[in-house]
């Protein structure tokens, strides 16, 4: 909080005494909560580590939304912890307009609380829902089947190479767009957003203010990179071994980006919506962008025609790799969704058979294989009861199948003209924010972990 205050300072902007007061007094909550806490730490255990998740991502967004709710914006506080919820699970979604007019402080608290929810994504999906058993693949267990071929001696140093790639995939793009024309403020946002595959913007356009060819296709190449699993990105750069990018998942992702450029592009020029390289340019930056959950856009792609919609209605359930800062149902999942398919078809034509599933070179487990299809039927039902909610407040159906399954999804703008690219979430009542707020925590936190917390039997001792 202290740096946007520092900017808002430089600026002369009088917001730099909200950043501070809730600096200070974010800080003395957190050392009060620690010398409450000294002592001998408690036993680690599954149910500790379920509330933790959860705890923390609550305070997380409370702690975001105090400086938005008490500068100078006319927003109240549901508002507010929509705008921060969205932005530490990096979803985009956005209350606020004129954003080409806002104070600089509050553009770069928006991208720093991104950036930072961009980190705890990673951690979350790489070492701690692996072992409470939700899925997603932790480092060591998909890179490595045995403790004597890790890449990566010990944690810490496993940590500081996540880092290391964060920071420097962070530092390139922010150069990148500087070489492309951005401002320093405008690139340093974007960097931060783009890395995170959060998507705000500064401008109210989003990256549609930028029509330099450069920028959007280094835009487009961050934005898929962002969406590989960081693990292999830093064996790759600290270890050497390109082998690793033979991941199913990897290869899968690739496809699914270039099938679906490949038919919209074609769409478009059939369509004389576009040129050939200007059809494959917003082709490739926009559904690059959906499928990684960034929300970027350089215009209404819902305008593009029937065909193009359903497309991008697709991508959004689509998600980028595990491991990645993307959200969505990730692609691993649909990998082993896939052989699951084919095998249980072998089986019905040949009941003798015995056919494993394969993720790779690796036999994936009976309980890894229910806990996919349990996820995904999970996503679906949820999916389906926030729609009905959002659709209850009065919303039309495109606002509410789009809307709840741009927040499940992380995706940041649904279709439509109300909350689609060229819109925001602006005009929603609380009730309907409140609602996409929850499943934008839900997608997030991968369902489970946080209906665990509703279930008496994790109450239990």
């Known amino acids: 909080m202290l740096l946007p205050g520092a900017v808002d300072l430089y600026v002369g902007n009088p917001d730099w005494r909200v950043f501070a007061m809730t600096s200070f007094t974010v800080g003395g909550l957190a050392l009060t909560v620690i010398l409450a806490t000294r002592g001998p730490a408690p036993r680690p255990?599954?149910?500790?580590?379920?509330?933790?998740?959860?705890?923390?991502?609550?305070?997380?967004?409370?702690?975001?939304?105090?400086?938005?709710?008490?500068?100078?914006?006319?927003?109240?506080?549901?508002?507010?912890?929509?705008?921060?919820?969205?932005?530490?699970?990096?979803?985009?979604?956005?209350?606020?307009?004129?954003?080409?007019?806002?104070?600089?402080?509050?553009?770069?608290?928006?991208?720093?609380?991104?950036?930072?929810?961009?980190?705890?994504?990673?951690?979350?999906?790489?070492?701690?829902?692996?072992?409470?058993?939700?899925?997603?693949?932790?480092?060591?267990?998909?890179?490595?089947?045995?403790?004597?071929?890790?890449?990566?001696?010990?944690?810490?140093?496993?940590?500081?190479?996540?880092?290391?790639?964060?920071?420097?995939?962070?530092?390139?793009?922010?150069?990148?767009?500087?070489?492309?024309?951005?401002?320093?403020?405008?690139?340093?946002?974007?960097?931060?957003?783009?890395?995170?595959?959060?998507?705000?913007?500064?401008?109210?356009?989003?990256?549609?203010?930028?029509?330099?060819?450069?920028?959007?296709?280094?835009?487009?190449?961050?934005?898929?990179?962002?969406?590989?699993?960081?693990?292999?990105?830093?064996?790759?750069?600290?270890?050497?071994?390109?082998?690793?990018?033979?991941?199913?998942?990897?290869?899968?992702?690739f496809l699914i980006l270039i099938g679906l450029i490949g038919v919209c592009s074609i769409w478009l020029i059939v369509t004389d919506q576009y040129e050939p390289f200007d059809a494959v340019t917003h082709s490739a930056f926009n559904f690059v962008s959906i499928v990684t959950t960034t929300g970027y856009a350089t215009e209404d792609y819902s305008g593009w025609g029937s065909l193009a919609l359903l497309l991008a209605f697709a991508a959004m359930w689509l998600g980028g790799c595990s491991g990645s800062t993307a959200g969505g149902i990730k692609t691993y999942r649909f990998v082993i969704l896939w052989q699951s398919f084919v095998n249980n078809l072998k089986q019905l034509l040949f009941q003798r058979i015995v056919s494993p599933i394969r993720y790779g070179e690796r036999v994936v487990s009976n309980e890894m294989e229910k806990g996919v299809a349990l996820f995904i039927a999970s996503y679906v039902c949820i999916w389906i009861v926030l729609s009905i909610a959002l659709a209850?407040?009065?919303?039309?159906?495109?606002?509410?199948?789009?809307?709840?399954?741009?927040?499940?999804?992380?995706?940041?703008?649904?279709?439509?003209?109300?909350?689609?690219?060229?819109?925001?979430?602006?005009?929603?009542?609380?009730?309907?924010?409140?609602?996409?707020?929850?499943?934008?925590?839900?997608?997030?936190?991968?369902?489970?972990?946080?209906?665990?917390?509703l279930t008496p039997l994790f109450w239990r001792r």
């Open 392 to 453: 209850a407040t009065g919303l039309d159906i495109m606002t509410s199948l789009s809307g709840a399954l741009t927040a499940l999804s992380n995706v940041g703008p649904g279709l439509g003209a109300l909350i689609g690219p060229s819109g925001n979430f602006q005009s929603l009542g609380d009730v309907a924010l409140s609602i996409l707020i929850v499943g934008m925590v839900l997608g997030r936190l991968e369902i489970a972990t946080v209906l665990m917390l």
């Open 45 to 253: 255990s599954v149910r500790l580590a379920f509330l933790v998740v959860n705890i923390l991502w609550l305070t997380l967004g409370f702690a975001g939304a105090m400086p938005l709710y008490f500068s100078s914006l006319p927003i109240d506080f549901v508002h507010a912890l929509f705008e921060s919820v969205s932005a530490v699970t990096t979803t985009g979604s956005t209350v606020i307009s004129g954003l080409d007019d806002l104070p600089p402080g509050l553009l770069l608290w928006r991208s720093l609380l991104q950036w930072i929810g961009g980190i705890g994504v990673i951690a979350l999906g790489l070492f701690v829902l692996p072992y409470l058993r939700l899925g997603g693949f932790s480092y060591f267990r998909i890179e490595s089947s045995d403790i004597e071929d890790r890449p990566f001696a010990r944690f810490s140093t496993f940590s500081v190479a996540l880092l290391g790639v964060y920071f420097g995939l962070t530092f390139l793009c922010g150069f990148s767009y500087l070489i492309g024309g951005m401002s320093t403020f405008d690139a340093v946002n974007h960097a931060l957003t783009t890395i995170a595959t959060g998507g705000f913007s500064t401008h109210d356009a989003s990256f549609g203010f930028f029509e330099d060819p450069w920028l959007i296709w280094t835009a487009t190449i961050f934005m898929a990179v962002a969406g590989l699993p960081f693990t292999i990105l830093a064996v790759v750069a600290f270890r050497r071994q390109t082998d690793a990018i033979r991941d199913p998942q990897i290869q899968t992702y």
